[in-house]
């Protein structure tokens, strides 16, 4: 995720500030940083693709003097991380730069606007279109302020938004949909995507609300909406230990990541899918890319294999022949590769040897391959013929987990996009699945907000084992919830097709194993007998359903319940409930949850 921080005063510290405040920020995940200082004249900006202190390096030969100016650390989202992609950008006279984070969803109209009427780019951003418009304002005589409020107005999407100009010594800042603070001090001013970034200076901080513009001197600011009506926003105090800042007052990452999940999925589905009107647009991915496939095949390991277990059922659904494979199995595979297959790596790092290898394999034989990862530089997304991006942020701790919602729901898309062109227009079901896209952020934020997991995580902390099952779309879940549950909390977890638990595993069964049993609405009868089979041998049994499901109510000890949607959807809402779960237990067991035993969050060796 991208990370702002801007810094107002009088003194000359702007850049000493601001690279401490990038380094605070180092936390959310970066691929580039900048800084843009200002000294009397125009903005002067340093940048540079790579860790601060690739920035810290130029900046050591010519540490511009100034009070004034705006920082930038860059996770790709639009081109590869580069120098010239990385922020500040600025527009053609060099008078105004601009940090932003969030994604500019109109950027392709605005672009091809401002390239018609003569204006040149330099980076592959969307951001870039924000300088420009905010020169032709200037140049039409309106104030910097006014300048930036018009240009608000013409951006569509998210965004936190920095600007500094020649003009004058403040920073013009607003927010929709990204997070902005700002920071208030004796005799100097932060804004920030996050608190941490200037905690070094100052604990005084004003949440500011999507629509608010601010404008900061520095001796005063003042926050009004985007219409010019002043607002008021109360200071409050932050009592954070600074080592935990980064984690934003969580106390692990992974926990603060399954909080992000709303957001994360926000920025997955932005632009891509109309749940009115069924309409999918995948950016790279126009209507008949995908005509010639006859088969598609998912390679992807651990977590993202479980990605991909639910990506090939959607395509199978959507009438497209469709399997998911272990990468580490893919080069011993018999599986049919020509140049009609599409094989698709699910990989949130895209840095994975066993599925790098298996996309090699495919490549060597002459299938198309695509990459669907977390990461825009990433080996996999360089190497593949095409590559989607999950968009879900950077994902610190090393058991995944927002990667994995942002997985399925870009799977699910990718899935739409390929069957409508394989086998003709839209279906009535995929419009519905759409649509129940569109309330997953919200569902997920219920659950978040209402949660018992760690209740239950509490009630069988001193099992001997615990079991999951599901079946069709949340057999993948089930493998999931045992997966994340073993790894961070080292005890013995199993996932299983919940028709299986009688050809074997019904043996371990017993009133020491809690079964986690995940409900989507379809085919709840079948697995509500294998419940049974697991009740009647002592089990305690959980069940993961919707609210108003009394039959598994009757049969459950405890419900983690989550909202009714529909049943392709329900698997990242149960799953959500068992990634807390597995959370709360490992935190009960005092591991240390954010890098478990014997894992990495990029495993690089075959
Ligand atoms: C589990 C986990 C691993 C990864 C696996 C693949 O929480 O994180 O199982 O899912 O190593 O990693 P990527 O998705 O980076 O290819």
Redesign the pocket.
């Known amino acids: 995720m991208c990370g702002i921080i801007a810094r107002i005063g009088d003194d000359d510290s702007a850049v000493d500030e601001l690279i401490t405040g990038l380094e605070n920020l180092e936390y959310r995940g970066y691929d580039s940083a900048g800084v843009a200082i200002k000294n009397g004249g125009g903005p002067e900006v340093f940048k540079r693709q790579g860790k601060i202190s690739r920035l810290k390096d130029v900046l050591a030969g010519e540490v511009p003097d100034g009070g004034l100016g705006i920082g930038h650390t860059r996770w790709s989202t639009h081109g590869p991380p580069t120098d010239e992609n990385a922020h500040p950008h600025t527009d053609c006279t060099g008078e105004v730069a601009v940090v932003h984070n969030g994604i500019i969803e109109n950027y392709d109209e605005l672009r091809s606007e401002l390239a018609s009427r003569g204006h040149e780019f330099e980076s592959d951003t969307d951001t870039e279109v924000i300088p420009h418009l905010v020169e032709e304002e200037l140049a039409r005589g309106a104030s910097p302020e006014l300048a930036f409020r018009r240009t608000i107005r013409k951006l569509s999407g998210s965004y936190a938004v920095a600007m500094i100009t020649e003009r004058d010594h403040a920073v013009y800042a607003t927010r929709r949909g990204s997070p902005l603070v700002l920071g208030v001090s004796d005799g100097e001013y932060f804004l920030a995507s996050d608190v941490p970034a200037f905690l070094d200076f100052t604990e005084e901080v004003i949440y500011l609300d999507d629509g608010d513009v601010v404008v900061v001197r520095s001796d005063d600011y003042e926050i009004s909406t985007l219409d010019g009506q002043t607002v008021e926003r109360s200071v409050s105090t932050v009592e954070w230990d600074p080592e935990d800042a980064g984690k934003g007052g969580y106390d692990h990452y992974m926990l603060k990541e399954i909080h992000e999940q709303p957001t994360a999925l926000r920025q997955t589905l932005r632009g891509r899918a109309d749940g009115t009107t069924g309409e999918v647009h995948l950016e790279d991915f126009p209507a008949g890319s995908f005509e010639q496939v006859e088969r598609v095949q998912f390679v992807?390991?651990?977590?993202?294999?479980h990605a991909g277990l639910v990506g090939a059922g959607f395509l199978s659904g959507g009438g497209v022949p469709a399997q998911t494979f272990l990468?580490s199995e893919y080069a011993t595979s018999p599986a049919p590769v020509d140049e009609d297959t599409l094989v698709v790596g699910?990989?949130?790092?895209?840095?994975?040897a066993d599925?790098l290898s298996a996309l090699r394999k495919a490549n060597a034989s002459g299938a198309r391959t695509l990459a669907v990862?977390n990461v825009v530089g990433s080996t996999a997304a360089r190497e593949c013929d095409d590559a989607l991006f999950i968009r879900a942020g950077p994902e610190i701790g090393?058991?995944?987990?927002k990667?994995?919602s942002s997985?399925v729901v870009s799977l699910s898309l990718l899935a739409e996009r390929i069957a409508r062109d394989v086998t003709g227009s839209p279906t009535e079901e995929s419009r519905e699945r759409l649509a129940a896209l569109d309330e997953l952020p919200g569902q997920v934020q219920q659950i978040l907000d209402y949660s018992n997991a760690q209740k239950i995580a509490k009630q069988y902390r001193d099992s001997d084992a615990y079991f999951f099952i599901g079946r069709g779309t949340v057999f993948p879940v089930a493998l999931e919830g045992a997966?994340?549950f073993k790894?961070i909390s080292y005890e013995h977890a199993e996932g299983f097709a919940a028709g299986e638990l009688k050809h074997g595993p019904l043996a371990l069964v017993t009133p020491k194993t809690p079964i986690f049993a995940v409900f989507t609405g379809e085919n709840d009868e079948k697995t509500l007998g294998n419940v049974k089979e697991a009740e009647a041998r002592g089990a305690p049994i959980v069940a993961v359903a919707s609210e108003d499901h009394e039959e598994v109510a009757q049969h459950a000890d405890h419900v983690l319940t989550i909202p009714e949607t529909h049943p392709d959807v329900a698997g990242v809402l149960a799953n959500v409930q068992l990634q807390l779960l597995s959370y709360h237990a490992a935190d009960l067991l005092g591991r240390p949850i954010d890098k478990p035993r014997n894992?990495?969050?990029?495993?690089t060796v075959e």
Do not use: M, P, R
Not at 346 to 352: D, P
Not at 398 to 401: E, G, K
């Open positions: 992807a390991c651990g977590t993202s294999y990468a699910v990989t949130q790092s895209g840095e994975t599925t990862t090393v058991a995944a987990t990667t994995f997985q997966l994340k790894e894992l990495a969050k990029s495993v």
